[in-house]
């Protein structure tokens, strides 16, 4: 698609070639051609060249990058509205799951579910996201635990993707929870992952992903997934101390995770390990807030050197969240970053945490991903937390 | 407007006659004529005489009341985004105020716009409050503190009201802080509020509102505020106990206020002399949200037998929130409501605050206001924070 976004008020382009953090550009336009920006310049300074393309003026709007949710479980079936009610009531979220709840009630209703049903309940949530300015975003299986349930997930994601323009990161998370039928034989549970279930796969996923805590896998455990997965050639991204400062987060620096999740219990010399070993820290406080637990600390994560990254973890039990610009009005709120630090979190922080440098910049060879604000500053996404201000999508060039 | 509206998988009424402070009904149907609910039960028990009607199916989604937004202030010009970022820096309410920012710059810019101008700026707001459930808005004028303002700010009321299918119930808020140009002067001021001020509004507005906190009238100008509205026969609303402790809840109690909101600081002394007259904690958790202040303890408020209701308090500098859903949310996991306590205060409880007793409640002789949720629980309003689930609105009767 060849078009030219013009009479931008404020263009974020996390550029810092642009200045400081944000690179904005007051007063800018930017060029797309077959999908990818080929200039980015002044509104008064378009060249010629450009000027036949398919142009849409923003009249002065704030543009961002796409958002790049870099950790969701969009995909599954069932409805768990009633355990949100049984937390506020005092339950615990590991007795819940204790007694079959939680994960584990996902995992049966997505495991009852045909493929066409898991895309008839996933498909609108992830059209929301998009409608919201989420341009890539990563899925992980999970819900499965079996080998056909974890493949018809990955069925589930491939038609969702064919169906929606956005590009779709999917991520292995056998190791979300032990199978329930493995409950007494871990060992062969841990087999079944880093063996025939992986193969099955491997070459359908871009990353294996753990969830390392209290409720889940322990920091043996995931060494050995980690493993399996490097065999395999597959990057790592490890949920760490969600629950409890288990040791996962300093295990993810170790094997040189490509990013590490949650990190709400995490030590301060965890977060230099992680910073050393180039790890992106993915924070999640959807997750606190829906929790009514004590959010991520951003504040600390930035200060510690860290490329961090914020997400939605949409899931239908800790974070039923679907948009990114909540989860910046979050960050900031409750989180400590400052507006400017949590826009690029959300958007070149995501790209990052998925391993992507081919997006959550606006400049020449990068994807023409871009957020079209109903407002003239971006200070206005932390500022109206249920705004709906993405205007307009723009995924490749293309005026969604 | 003649409407069946059938196939409600889950009806909260507010009629304690169907049992528990929400009065759910599974499986209901709603008759509406002319405006006012005529019928209410069982989907399955429908009279021959609606099955005429227009018929509204919902499919098994969740119905409620129109929500009732007590306490806004959603009429204004301006932007202060600016103002979020400085406060996220550090910057002080009270200091952005006494150094002319705040209430003054919206004052400002009120005063400098037009009508139209005005009219052009609050209407897209206020429809997005309709359209997100709102059927019936409190607004407070206060950004003029001149009379000719003040007026212009009724009138803009007034168009809005005559383009969108939204109740609404104007304040008079002329002692919202000090006109600037009277900083020197209060007596003078008080005066103006006082005199031809009011005189000029009277027989426009339901309310007399007072902001009575540090940065705006003590407690006994207030008093003679509310002396004044008394003589012309106007209800009484308080912002009390925001900033600091300063006895504003009590003073409200004591002159048999309708509504006394904020209550952050109130003491436990004070909700019981509020609880004894009588008058309703309208509590507004968006406010603490954006000013990043610890929470309305909407437990205490609700265990104290107070009346509570929540609003959103729409406002330019400490709650650019518009939609009634969120606040909910806000209310359950900031201020440790139960989702039924605060689907409640968003409803009955915001039409109480009103003084509004035709509303609130779905039952014959009640306004055919009804929001239709994309759920099929009113739990999803708690648990999907930023879920957009208001599928459909009705307005006495009417699909908009």
Redesign the interface.
Known sequence: MDLLVTNIGQLVTNDERNGELLGVIEGAAVAIEGGDVVWVGLDERIPERYTSHQVCDVAGAAVLPGFVDAHTHAVFAG?R??E??MR?SGARYEQILADGGGIYSTVRATREATLDELVDASLPRIA?MLAAGTTTIEVKTGYGLDTATEVKMLDAIDRICNVLPIDTMPTFLGAHVVAPEFADDRGAYLDLVTGAMLDAVADRVAFVDVFCDTAAFTVSETRRIAEAAQERGLALRVHADQLAHTGGAALAAEVGAVAVDHLDYSSDEDLVSLARAGTVAVLLP?VS??M?EPPPDGRRAWDAGLTVAIATDCNPGTS????M??IISLA??MSGM??DEAVWSATRGGALALGLHDRGVVAPRHLGDLVVLD???Y??L???????LVAQVIKRGKVL
Do not use: K, N
């Open positions: 409805d509205s009633h949100f009610a506020l929301r959807g807030y829906s009514r039923y969240i679907e948009t610009p909540f900031v709120v400052t507006p407002a003239p500053s200070d206005h932390a500022y109206r937390p249920d705004g709906e």
